[in-house]
């Protein structure tokens, strides 16, 4: 990889680094070509993250398909698959792995609820940064509080990395994509795309000049339960930071997470009232 890189930087070339945990949607592939757009090479990583996933998550379970996503990427033409093995990237094991943490961002939502998770992706983006040295980087929205949680160390860490957030791509229905919808059941799947109609809902309300933003938040969390689902958190928020917003704050943030079965669904919308 380091052999690759330089050569590609004595020809002026610019590199593009596309994180991802493999099993490859067309979500995945619209980071890569956003990759494109903004650097001469694209270098996409596939690497199942041991230390993001709790102890009674799904890490066995998580897809694995390496030979499909190898034959996506050929088509979209990505310069390099990196697919370093647990070895490369904690080279001194897992226990004694130096960690990233970021403090503050990672306290609530997807951080209250899955503790742990997000020190281990910052570790281990830290680490791809060091293995990769990209000049950009790009992260999906759908993983909100990841992408701004990634913004804030590489720019607390002084890294020379421009990060880049790529909109959410959605099935017909609304569903945000993700490897994780494969767990959903067919009669799952029928009620998964409530979770984005919540959102969009709650975003319609903000616009018609609503603020009881505690109401709008207690609906949805309601309708979601009498869809089915055991929701985690349901929010509206500051963009920028995840603050609670006041009246005046003009660009805000809807996410929720919730379980459907076996899946845990997040998705968000970034609106300006
Ligand atoms: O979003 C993901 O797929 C992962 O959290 C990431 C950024 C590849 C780190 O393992």
């Given at each position: 990889?380091?052999?690759?890189?330089?050569?590609?930087?004595?020809?002026?070339?610019?590199?593009?680094?596309?994180?991802?945990?493999?099993?490859?949607?067309?979500?995945?592939?619209?980071?890569?070509?956003?990759?494109?757009?903004?650097?001469?090479?694209?270098?996409?990583?596939?690497?199942?993250?041991?230390?993001?996933?709790?102890?009674?998550?799904?890490?066995?379970?998580?897809?694995?398909?390496?030979?499909?996503?190898?034959?996506?990427?050929?088509?979209?033409?990505?310069?390099?698959?990196?697919?370093?093995?647990?070895?490369?990237?904690?080279?001194?094991?897992?226990?004694?792995?130096?960690?990233?943490?970021v403090?503050?961002?990672?306290?609530?939502?997807?951080?209250?609820?899955?503790?742990?998770?997000?020190?281990?992706?910052?570790?281990?983006?830290?680490?791809?940064?060091?293995?990769?040295?990209?000049?950009?980087?790009?992260?999906?929205?759908?993983?909100?509080?990841?992408?701004?949680?990634?913004?804030h160390m590489t720019a607390d860490l002084?890294?020379?990395?421009?990060?880049?957030?790529?909109?959410?791509?959605?099935?017909?229905?609304?569903?945000?994509?993700?490897?994780?919808?494969?767990?959903?059941?067919?009669?799952?799947?029928?009620?998964?795309?409530?979770?984005?109609?919540?959102?969009?809902?709650?975003?319609?309300?903000?616009?018609?000049?609503?603020?009881?933003?505690?109401?709008?938040?207690?609906?949805?969390?309601?309708?979601?339960?009498?869809?089915?689902?055991?929701?985690?958190?349901?929010?509206?928020?500051?963009?920028?930071?995840?603050?609670?917003?006041?009246?005046?704050?003009?660009?805000?943030?809807?996410?929720?997470?919730?379980?459907?079965?076996?899946?845990?669904?997040?998705?968000?919308?970034?609106?300006?009232?």
């Amino acid at each position: 990889m380091r052999e690759l890189h330089e050569s590609w930087r004595h020809h002026g070339d610019h590199v593009a680094l596309v994180p991802t945990m493999g099993n490859l949607h067309a979500g995945h592939l619209s980071l890569v070509d956003l990759a494109r757009q903004h650097a001469e090479r694209v270098v996409v990583t596939v690497f199942v993250n041991p230390t993001q996933f709790g102890e009674d998550e799904d890490f066995d379970d998580y897809p694995r398909t390496l030979k499909r996503d190898t034959q996506r990427l050929k088509k979209l033409e990505a310069d390099v698959l990196f697919t370093p093995d647990v070895a490369t990237v904690y080279p001194f094991g897992i226990d004694k792995a130096t960690v990233v943490s970021v403090p503050g961002l990672t306290r609530n939502f997807c951080g209250a609820s899955r503790p742990g998770h997000f020190d281990g992706v910052t570790t281990v983006v830290a680490r791809l940064f060091a293995l990769v040295q990209p000049d950009v980087a790009v992260f999906g929205q759908k993983d909100y509080q990841q992408q701004l949680v990634i913004r804030h160390m590489t720019a607390d860490l002084s890294l020379p990395i421009r990060v880049i957030t790529a909109p959410t791509m959605r099935e017909a229905d609304g569903l945000a994509m993700s490897s994780r919808n494969q767990y959903l059941s067919e009669s799952e799947r029928a009620i998964a795309p409530q979770l984005h109609a919540s959102l969009e809902k709650i975003c319609k309300e903000l616009q018609n000049g609503k603020r009881d933003f505690d109401q709008l938040e207690n609906d949805a969390w309601a309708g979601l339960e009498a869809a089915g689902f055991v929701p985690d958190y349901v929010a509206i928020r500051r963009a920028e930071n995840l603050e609670p917003p006041d009246r005046d704050c003009d660009e805000i943030v809807v996410l929720a997470a919730a379980h459907l079965g076996k899946a845990r669904l997040i998705d968000n919308i970034v609106i300006t009232i």
